[in-house]
């Protein structure tokens, strides 16, 4: 697969938070850093997003009292797993991975800022309803086809690669560039989801070369 001038490699959620000895570690999360630093320079637009919560946010266990971690409670907007707390605004665990090579970033989406709604994609909140503003940002720069790669596969990948196709844009994920918290076969259920709407799973070496 050749990429050209109107694709967009989209970095999701590189954070110290979802590496090993983070606050929501994703096993093997920083196993993915140098398979992405290699891809980067292939691709003319880069955007990363930073999951980004304000102390206290409504998807972390410890502002629902009884309720467990990885537990799941109705919000107003529908069902909603429940984190530790994780990727807390200006903390360190917040923090890009400090060998992801960000500097050709164009754009950082951070999300999950509003309080009482959660955000796993960058391009809308749990809500399904509340843009983040990425689908015009990427029209405006005419990209045609979106290429995901970052943490967690089965959660902000997986919902960022469905936006993209429903968006419109012609979306891949370059599996071997993401790893899975997998929950109760969560991991399984995202591949199959996404290859069933016709989201091409591919691996960084057919881009590579
Ligand atoms: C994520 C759970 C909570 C992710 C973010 O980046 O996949 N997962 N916040
Ligand atoms: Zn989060």
Known sequence: MKISGSDLLLIIDVQNDFCPG???????????????????????????????????????????????????????????????????????????????????????????MNPSIDSYSAFYENDRKTSTGLSGYLRERNIKRVFCAGLALDYCVYYSALDAHNEKFETCVITDACRAIDMDGSAAAATTGMSDLGIKLVEAGTLLT
């Open 22 to 112: 983070g606050a929501l570690a994703v096993d093997d999360g920083d196993s993915i850093v140098a398979i992405i630093n290699r891809l980067i320079p292939h691709f003319a637009n880069i955007a990363l997003t930073q999951d980004w919560h304000p102390p206290g946010h409504g998807s972390f266990a410890s502002s629902h009292p009884g309720h467990d971690a990885f537990s799941t409670i109705q919000m107003p907007y529908g069902e909603q797993t429940l984190w530790p707390d994780h990727c807390i605004q200006g903390s360190e665990g917040a923090q890009f991975h400090q060998d992801l090579d960000t500097a050709a970033a164009a754009m950082v989406i951070r999300k999950g």
